[in-house]
């Protein structure tokens, strides 16, 4: 038998799927694979989710209001990771940057805020939490794709990071 475990996800943890033991989502999942040939869509989860036994049962019986405002802030999260700013840079070329990022917040590092782009690289508190995040994204890619062996130089970025700290 497999064993499951969540994979760093907030929209998981937003939604409340993180508090849900993974060992019965992925056997329910592995169960659902195997009544349909080796492969899933979202629909057969869906439909396998309509019978109340089903341990994915929960995950989608909210009400159709509180389904909207999560909706509303996921709109809002990709307006805000979406917009950009143009600089023009001393040779007169034009630099993209995000013009918000998202920072853990000082006083619960649990929870996320967006700062403009300016005030996170004067602010040594959220740049050292925009760093702690790239490096987590690094090591997340470097454990993903270990196998190849292309990747290997991630180590020394990841440790250039640090240092930076």
Sequence with gaps: MNSYVWGDNSFLRSEGIRDVDPQIVGERIEHLLSENG????PDIVLADAENKESP???FFTQLTEDKARKWDLHTAR???NSLRIVYVNTSGDEDLKYAVM???TEEDRRMREYRHIDSI????VSRASVLKEVRSQLS????????????SGLDDVIEK????E
């Design 102 to 104: 998202s920072v853990r």
């Design 56 to 58: 994915l049962h929960a």
């Design 38 to 41: 080796g492969s899933l869509t």
């Design 140 to 151: 997340a890619i470097q454990r993903k794709y270990h196998y190849i062996e292309s990747l």
């Design 161 to 164: 990071l640090k240092v930076e």
């Design 78 to 80: 990709v307006i805000m």
């Design 121 to 124: 690289s004067v602010n040594p």
